[in-house]
Nanobody, 121 residues
Framework: QVQLVESGGGLVQAGDSLRLSCAAS????????MGWFRQAPGKEREFVAG?????YYADSVKGRFSISRDNAKNTMHLQMNSLKAEDTAVYYC?????????????????WGQGTQVTVSS
């Protein structure tokens, strides 16, 4: 079993930066892929970024967001730059069952409680 706890959300202005963190416990941290998803009000949860032996991003955040993980500290981060109002959502940290995972939410088994990111324009 894996427990995930996000932190770092908040209210920022358009163009600002924000860094989200996800602390993991339970399984060996380096043994599974991880990702970030987000869900805006009235919309479905969508993939943002993922990391295993490589990093991969949704087109909407490519070039602005950067995902990283520190296996020694059991943490994952999402650096978000040039934030836009449309980035406003609850952001979720997710862990897959193994190292292979893509962009679909059903490929991820473990979920955090979410952290709110609000970008004012």
């Amino acid at each position: 079993q894996v427990q995930l706890v996000e932190s770092g959300g908040g209210l920022v202005q358009a163009g600002d930066s924000l860094r989200l963190s996800c602390a993991a416990s339970g399984r060996a941290f380096g043994s599974y892929a991880m990702g970030w998803f987000r869900q805006a009000p009235g919309k479905e949860r969508e993939f943002v970024a993922g990391i295993n032996w490589r990093t991969y991003y949704a087109d909407s955040v490519k070039g602005r967001f950067s995902i990283s993980r520190d296996n020694a500290k059991n943490t994952m981060h999402l650096q978000m730059n040039s934030l836009k109002a449309e980035d406003t959502a609850v952001y979720y940290c997710a862990g897959a069952a193994g190292l292979v995972a893509g962009t679909a939410s059903n490929e991820y088994r473990y979920w955090g409680q979410g952290t709110q990111v609000t970008v004012s324009s």
